[in-house]
C-alpha cells in the first residue's frame, strides 16, 4: 500500500509564490512510475499540471511551463512543486498521484495513488 501526503498550499495574491511537498509511503511495488501533481479548479476537469516521469524527466501543462518547477529526491519518496508567478486561474484542489506504469503520464486516469489533496487560493 501506498500513501501520498501533501504538504504546503494555502492563499496568496497573484504574482506570489507558493510550495507543495508530497511524501509518499508505504511500500511501492516498483519505482518505475510517474509521480504528479493534478489539480482541479471548481467546475474543471483534473488537469496533469506537472509530473515526473520513471526517467526523471519533469513535463508541464502549457498554462505553468515557465512559472512552475517540478522536483523529486533520490529516493523518489518526496515531491516538491514550487510555483511562482501565481495567477488566479492557478486556484484549484492540488493532488498529489502516483501511477502504476510509466506510459501516458499527461492523462489523470494513469493515476492510482492519490494523496487528499491541498487548497491553493490566489487572489487577483
Known amino acids: 500500500q501506498v500513501q501520498l501526503v501533501e504538504s504546503g498550499g494555502g492563499s496568496v495574491q497573484a504574482g506570489g509564490s507558493l510550495a507543495l511537498t508530497c511524501v509518499v509511503s508505504g511500500n511501492p511495488r516498483s519505482r518505475d512510475v510517474c509521480t504528479a501533481w493534478v489539480r482541479q479548479a471548481p467546475g474543471k476537469e483534473r488537469e496533469v499540471a506537472a509530473l515526473i516521469d520513471m526517467s526523471r524527466r519533469a513535463d508541464y501543462a502549457d498554462s505553468v511551463k515557465g512559472r512552475f518547477t517540478v522536483s523529486q529526491d533520490s529516493a523518489k519518496r518526496t515531491l516538491t512543486l514550487q510555483m511562482n508567478n501565481l495567477k488566479p486561474e492557478d486556484t484549484a484542489m492540488y493532488y498529489c498521484?502516483?501511477?502504476?506504469?510509466?506510459?501516458?503520464?499527461?492523462?489523470?486516469?494513469?493515476?492510482?495513488?492519490w494523496g487528499q489533496g491541498i487548497q491553493v487560493n490566489v487572489s487577483s
Open positions: 498521484a502516483r501511477s502504476l506504469g510509466a506510459d501516458a503520464c499527461k492523462r489523470t486516469e494513469r493515476y492510482f495513488y
